[in-house]
T-cell receptor, first 115, second 110 residues
Framework: DAGVIQSPRHEVTEMGQEVTLRCKPISGHNSLFWYRQTMMRGLELLIYFNNNVPIDDSGMPEDRFSAKMPNASFSTLKIQPSEPRDSAVYFC?????????????FGEGSRLTVL | EDQVTQSPEALRLQEGESSSLNCSYTVSGLRGLFWYRQDPGKGPEFLFTLYSAGEEKEKERLKATLTKKESFLHITAPKPEDSATYLCAVPNNAGNMLTFGGGTRLMVKP
């Protein structure tokens, strides 16, 4: 299996621009998670989908952030408009069932720099 | 609110120098504790799950243990390839989302 695939790996954009990050989870996994990692705040959960349905988005920082999962093999995280404080590495992870079993499979991340 | 605290933030070891990393947690009811390894530029990779106090898991030079308030990741005779950031995490009450600690960055010098 190819694992969780994220794109782009790196994105540099200017403040105010729209950013779209993409994720393809592992086939057969029905839970998908978006995390954000920074030096200051560590790894933070943004949103969790189960069977393509958003279950908990309490970690989404504000209305500028939105996430969708139109089908079992694709999810997007969108930031509009982007701000310099959004600079971070964004990870997508998937698992079979809930993450209570602990075994999340992470992608390699999308490093976002907002100038 | 669940809290997970890891110490130290960074640890430098000589090759072969054994040590332990700590993960302390405050949760309403423990539903497991998980250890991950993260290499630079990569996503975290699952290592262990521990479910009850007294439980131990081993993998190569790593051994994870769990008490009612904390978990330790013991590294025996580490090698440079063990250098990474080690993260611990606990699930929420519903058991469907993980909260991660800040991690311990381990550096093993030859």
């Amino acid at each position: 299996d190819a694992g969780v695939i994220q794109s782009p790996r790196h994105e540099v954009t200017e403040m105010g621009q729209e950013v779209t990050l993409r994720c393809k989870p592992i086939s057969g996994h029905n839970s998908l998670f978006w995390y954000r990692q920074t030096m200051m705040r560590g790894l933070e959960l943004l949103i969790y989908f189960n069977n393509n349905v958003p279950i908990d988005d309490s970690g989404m920082p504000e209305d500028r952030f939105s996430a969708k999962m139109p089908n079992a093999s694709f999810s997007t995280l969108k930031i509009q408009p982007s701000e310099p404080r959004d600079s971070a590495v964004y990870f997508c992870a998937s698992s079979k069932g809930t993450s209570g079993r602990g075994e999340l499979f992470f992608g390699e991340g999308s490093r976002l720099t907002v100038l | 609110e669940d809290q997970v605290t890891q110490s130290p933030e960074a640890l430098r070891l000589q090759e072969g120098e054994s040590s332990s990393l700590n993960c302390s947690y405050t949760v309403s009811g423990l539903r497991g504790l998980f250890w991950y390894r993260q290499d630079p530029g990569k996503g975290p990779e699952f290592l262990f799950t521990l479910y009850s106090a007294g439980e131990e898991k081993e993998k190569e030079r790593l051994k994870a243990t769990l008490t009612k308030k904390e978990s330790f990741l013991h590294i025996t005779a580490p090698k440079p390839e063990d250098s990474a950031t080690y993260l611990c995490a606990v699930p929420n009450n519903a058991g469907n989302m993980l909260t991660f600690g800040g991690g311990t960055r381990l550096m093993v010098k030859p």
